[in-house]
Structure formats: C-alpha cells, structure tokens
C-alpha cells in the first residue's frame, strides 16, 4: 500500500487506529472454546466488528508462534479475513544478516502478503536492506519503544550527547525514503514527538502505548501529526479484551470506538 | 543442559563447533527434492555425519519460517534427530515487550525444547526477563555480530567512551549470571576477544562468523577461551554446503572435521 493510499483511507475513515490483533488464547472468552479453532474465531469476530473503525491490522506474531505450526496457519487464515483495504503489520521484530533477513522478507511480504513488517535496528544496516524494495511493502523500524526497557539502551546518550534511538532515526533515513519506512515510537512520552519530527518530518509513526500503557492520544496527535497524518496509533489488549462474555465483538467495538472518536476530532481539525 | 555438562561435553569430544543449520531449499542438493520432505531429510543426514563432532546445533528460524507453517513442522522434527547429548540453539534473534516475551519463551522453551535462544538487546530489561529462569534454558543475547552492520550501532560509542555493545554486556551481567546467560560475539574480529573477556569472564561467548565470513579460529581461541572454554563457535553455510552432490554429507563431515582438529589441538594445549 503506498503512504498516498494509506492517508486517503485515514480521511475516509476519519480513524488511524491499528488494532493489534495479540490473540492470548488463555484470554478470550470461554465461549469460542467449543469452535475447532478458538483463536480464528476470535480474530473473525474481532475484525467484523472493527474494520470500519481502523485502517490496519497488526498480528503480534509471537502469539502465533506460541501455538506451534498451527499457530502459523491461524496467522495466514486471519491475514486473509482482513478487507483488501486495511493496511497489515506482522509485528516480528525481526532483524538478521542479510541472507537470513532475505528469508524474512520471503516469509511476510511473499509466503504471506503483509504490508509492513516491524524490525529491530541493532545489526545495522546490512540487517535492514533485504526488507527494502519490495513494491507497495513497508519496514516499521523500533526506534522509541513503550517499555520501561526503552531506557536501558535507546535513550542512552551517544558521544555527541544524541540518544541511541535518534541515531537509529537519522541513520535509517539514509537507507530508504518515507514512501517505504516507518518507525516504532511508543506512546508513553507524548514530549518526544516534537523532537522526532525533526528528524522524521515525513515518516509514518507507528505508535504503540496508547491504553493499557498509559499513552496521551490527544497530546501525541497534536505533536506528532504532519501533513499526510504520519500516524498510526495501536490498540491491543485495551480493544481484544474490552469484554470477556458472549459479547466482547461488542466491547471491543466500544472501545475501539471510543478511540476513532477522538481520532475523529483532531483529524477534523487538522484537515477538515 | 548445565554449564558444566556443557563444559564436559566439550571435553569428551575435544569440540567446542556448533553447527548452524540455515538450511535452505535452493541450495541442498537436487537429488533430495526427491524425497516428500527435503529439508528434514538435508538436516537429518547432516546431523548424523557430524554429531560426534560437534557439541550444538543452531537452526536459524528464519530459514524455518520462510517455508510458512510446513516450516515449523521441519523446525519441530529436526529437533527430535538431534541427540539428547547436544546443545541446541533457536536462533531466533527476538526481543519484545514483557508479555509478549513471554509467549516467545513458550514456543521456543516449551512448545519446542530448545536449550538456548539468541535474543536482541534493543528493547532492554524487560524484554529479556521474560526468558530468564527456566532450569537449564539459557538466553543467548546480541552483543557484536559479525555482519558489516555491527558498526552502525553496536560500536557506537557513549557518552562515557564506551561501545554500546559493551554497555549491552555490562549491563545484561546484572540481569542473569553466567549459568543462564550467553552473548553472540562475531569472529571476524578476533583482537576484541581480550576486551570482551574483561567483561564477561565467566559467560559462554556463541562465535559465529568462522569460514564463509573469515574469522580467525586459532587466534579468537587463544584470546577468547576461559577456564570452562566459554566458546561454541559456529560454522553454517562453510559445512552444509561444502559438497552439493550425493556425497554431500560425507564433504559436511570433512569441513566439520577440519573445524573440529583445530579445535582439538586448542584444548589439548589448554586443558590436555
């Protein structure tokens, strides 16, 4: 999907809401245990009762790989439930030397057919490139991830006195346009979206935190917003598990909705 | 396995070789497509031509993945035709927040019965927690890789002069002892094994980068081995391909053995 294609959908929408499809089979409800496969259906539910109200879709793989080879096929089988026109992460993390991530690369944009697949930036570069290239497909780099573990080495000051995840920005902005790369900036510090647009004026963000990690939707929408949108706000746990009986399509239709709103007013705003 | 098992595994069979097994279909030999399942069967007659050779086997899920569910299937019954009496390594290379490494540690830990897993150290603390404290599983954390884009972070230096990959290793010694935590340190620059062992003197170090990518066995051996040699250095591609006919096991088995004499000459020196 190109950015052009991708800020239509959030205008026509009204919505950047990601939903993050991180499916716990030891969390949904007790209900869909009857069905042959719980996790599938689960997902189905889940994504007739969100679509209208997001514009992408992003799958946590580790949850698939938890379940074995099946979990694999549940991960294909849900890609292909989601409407052509939703952008889809596989959120992997991945990241190796170049023969191994060219395997990757052949596993997410080829054997299944996401749009974006996250990466990890600590191999460098040779690690990122084999991602890069592949018509209409997307690398999401971590630069400032939502964890409390973001401070053991991303804010660690470089000898010119930059944090880590500025250097990973400003190093990767020379591997590949903002037509093909967004990064992973988490919602938990709403004051450092002024600071990456600087360096990432154009790049599409891709922001996790917002909800069960405390994240300030309003706040990182004013800062962080540029003029294609450039942000894509994930929920997960805050939409999935919204409600725990017969009816949880509907709570998490709730929440979800909850989000659009907001996203709704500021986008009226902006570009109304 | 223990450190100490490990260590006398070592011993016994005067090997510190780890095979990686990064098999891919389009480069084992053609005769093998013949068979209903290819790739288990490369792997199965690699493994019986050099197990007494080695003391680990490090399949790269990336070269698993890429096949999409089979893939898993091939990952899960390579394993089981690997002996009891080898260490075994999911080079995985993952890393996510809290809950979701903990789903990562599930499929690799008890899903499959890997010994250890390669973890990336970029999300920081609470990323590698969740792998920690499983009796007899070792987390295997990036510290510098071999690929050319090691230079872009790992050796970028801090504040206080240091390289973050030493940062990495400083800091990751405060969350797990050396009976449970290894680091990845690439061969192809052998003068950096006397640092490295000023700061982990005690860890096992999983070498890779020996063969195809140039290191220097003989001299990372001499600065990198400590009183429980502390090294599993692996060779891939330079074993598994080193014939591509029929005899393609019996050509893994000579590479392997070439590894494996200059290794014995090492230990007898050290510990004979």
Chains 1, 2 share one sequence.
Request: aromatic share 10%; net charge negative; charged share 25%.
């Amino acid at each position: 999907m190109t950015r052009k294609k991708l800020f239509g959908q959030i205008l026509k929408k009204k919505s950047y809401l990601c939903v993050g499809l991180d499916t716990d089979i030891n969390r949904i409800p007790k209900h869909l245990l009857q069905y042959e496969n719980p996790v599938l259906e689960f997902n189905k539910q889940i994504i007739e009762a969100t679509q209208d109200l997001c514009v992408a879709y992003k799958p946590n793989v580790a949850f698939y790989e938890s379940m074995g080879p099946q979990g694999w096929q549940i991960l294909a089988e849900t890609l292909e439930h989601i409407p052509k026109e939703h952008f889809t992460i596989a959120d992997a993390k991945r990241g190796d030397i170049g023969n191994t991530s060219e395997m990757y690369a052949r596993a997410f944009f080829d054997k299944m057919s996401f749009d974006a697949l996250t990466i990890a930036p600590y191999m460098g570069e040779d690690s990122v490139r084999p991602f890069l290239g592949f018509q209409g497909k997307w690398v999401i780099l971590l630069a400032l991830t939502s964890n409390p573990g973001s401070h053991n080495f991303q804010r660690t000051l470089q000898e010119n006195n930059e944090p880590l995840f500025e250097k990973v920005m400003r190093s990767s902005a020379e591997w590949a346009s903002p037509e093909e790369m967004m990064f992973v900036v988490g919602a938990t510090h709403a004051e450092d979206f002024k600071k990456i647009r600087e360096i990432a004026p154009d790049n599409f963000l891709l922001v996790p935190g917002v909800g069960k990690q405390g994240g300030d939707l309003k706040k990182l929408s004013e800062l962080g917003m540029n003029d294609h949108v450039g942000l894509l706000v994930n929920s997960s746990r805050g939409i999935l598990y919204a409600g725990d009986a017969e009816d949880f399509a509907e709570k998490a239709r709730e929440a979800a909705l909850v989000l659009q709103r907001e996203m709704e007013v500021v986008l009226n705003e902006r570009f109304g």
